[in-house]
């Protein structure tokens, strides 16, 4: 029988018990998308225990990031494996679509996004006493949407490596320069114009402005509305490209 391009309820649900089941059965793994971020944050903490203002004015951009990155590579290798292994081959002759997988596998990640936000962001405002001006729940919201995105990326690249080691090579390739751009190091306004310009199209950037206008602002913002949308408009965008160009194995 061959695949349906119907996305289903059922079938998208009983993917993601299965990603969830292989997680729970990969302690690496989850410590990896669970812990490292937590880690990352105690870490630079008290990297500027000198100067608590310059972790509050960069904290909160890096918990968007550092959820973004780990996301992305745990996400591509896991796909990767799947299609190496002949598991997706096996899976694409049932009655699965390529929209139910992608789909099953972004609600089996974007749980465990889910969990990993709450631990870094709790971390980041209760225990290492992140000056945030408006609310740690927007925080929240904001690194869950990027680990999505991070998901979706992850997701996508994958269908164009043909190994492991080739999907942690995009790192460099897709994570990298919206790392460098996305305004953490240097306002973005302040860039040379052609990079600046870059800038505005990289879903990073808006991550991270997304994370700061909460650090500033009480209240929600128009900005803040801008950003969060285009974050999970990407998410969406990318994840339905993932499904276009996802592949039965590796050539």
Known sequence: MTATGTLSPSRTAATAARVLRQLRHDPRTIALMLLVPCVMLFLLRYVFDGSARTFDTIGASLLGIFPLITMFL????????E????????LLAMPLGKADLIAGYALAFGAVAVVQSVLAT???????????????WLLLLVAL??????????LFVSAFAASEFQAVQFMPAVIFP???????????????PVLEA?????????????????LHHADLT????????????????VLTLGAATLKRRTA
Do not use: K
């Open 178 to 192: 919206q790392l460098l751009l996305c305004g953490l190091f240097t306002p973005r306004d302040a860039m040379h």
């Open 222 to 237: 128009t900005a803040f509305l801008r950003d969060l949308t285009i974050v999970a408009a990407v998410a969406l965008l």
């Open 83 to 90: 299609r190496t292994s002949g598991t997706l081959e096996r």
């Open 145 to 154: 949407l990027d680990a999505l995105l991070g998901t979706a990326l992850g």
């Open 74 to 81: 745990v996400t591509s290798i896991a796909t990767l494996r």
């Open 198 to 214: 870059v800038s505005d199209v990289l879903p990073m950037s808006y991550a991270v402005d997304g994370m700061n206008e909460v």
């Open 122 to 136: 709790g971390l980041a405002v209760w225990v290492l006493d992140l000056d945030v001006t408006g609310s740690p």
